[in-house]
């Protein structure tokens, strides 16, 4: 069964740059979307990007507030799904974590496996 990690979190400054990574055991990553998703204390849980599984068109998403910033890449030599964030503002805090769908194409905001988050903290 398909287990998901992310990882890569910390306590950053406004304007740099942290990169998340989404590792799988278990199953190829290949088939699968994956979504990014962030909560914030007190506040509902969001999508933040997407990736289409590999054997489809490679289409991604972004939420309107991360488009030009973030970027979703796939590793599938690493089994790995990344997450890059650049010019990281307060309200990018947040605890973030990877979900996946089968054969999934984005944007979507379903998944079939969660794993386990880390936490992004943007503070000067």
């Known amino acids: 069964q398909l287990q998901l990690v992310g990882s890569g979190g910390g306590l950053v400054q406004p304007g740099d740059s942290l990169t998340l990574s989404c590792t799988a055991s278990?199953?190829?990553?290949?088939?699968?979307?994956i979504i990014w998703f962030r909560q914030a204390p007190g506040e509902k849980q969001e999508g933040v990007s997407c990736?289409?599984?590999?054997?489809?068109?490679?289409?991604?998403d972004y939420k309107a507030s991360v488009k030009g910033r973030f970027a979703i890449s796939r590793d599938s030599a690493k089994n790995t799904v990344y997450l890059r964030m650049n010019s990281l503002k307060p309200e990018d805090t947040a605890f973030y974590l990877c979900?996946?769908?089968?054969?999934?194409?984005?944007?979507?905001?379903?998944?079939?496996?969660w794993g386990q988050g880390t936490q992004v903290t943007v503070s000067s």
């Open positions: 990736i289409s599984h590999a054997h489809a068109d490679g289409r991604t």
């Open positions: 278990g199953s190829t990553l290949d088939d699968y979307a």
């Open positions: 979900a996946a769908l089968w054969f999934g194409s984005c944007p979507t905001d379903s998944a079939d496996f």
